[in-house]
Nanobody, 119 residues
Framework: QVQLVESGGGLVQTGGSLRLSCTASTRTFSSYLMGWFRQAPGKEREFVAQITWSGDGTSYADSVKGRFTISRDNAKNTVYLQMNTLQPEDTANYYC????????????WGQGTQVTVSS
């Protein structure tokens, strides 16, 4: 089992920045693909970004490309999401997720951290 704990959410004005962190309780953190998802009220959960095991490959949703950056520190069992130029439509609960190698589903999820962008 992998436990994921997010932090760093909060209230920010339009155009501001936040950095989310997600720390995993596993000795094999570097073997997991890590991702960030978000869910706004009344909407389905959507993909935001993901990063490969070594950190050399990333992908983003079109809505955040160029504004958000995902990174990881395997020595600290932590994945980050740097969010810049935040917009009100970025308001959501942000979830960290982990996917084991050779698996097609995101098997582990954090409890989420709320990000609110005021206009």
């Amino acid at each position: 089992q992998v436990q994921l704990v997010e932090s760093g959410g909060g209230l920010v004005q339009t155009g501001g920045s936040l950095r989310l962190s997600c720390t995993a309780s596993t000795r094999t953190f570097s073997s997991y693909l890590m991702g960030w998802f978000r869910q706004a009220p009344g909407k389905e959960r959507e993909f935001v970004a993901q990063i490969t095991w070594s950190g050399d490959g990333t992908s983003y949703a079109d809505s955040v490309k160029g504004r958000f950056t995902i990174s990881r520190d395997n020595a600290k069992n932590t994945v980050y999401l740097q969010m810049n130029t935040l917009q009100p439509e970025d308001t959501a609960n942000y979830y960290c997720a982990a996917r084991a190698q050779f698996r097609s589903i995101w098997g582990f999820w954090g409890q989420g951290t709320q990000v609110t962008v005021s206009s």
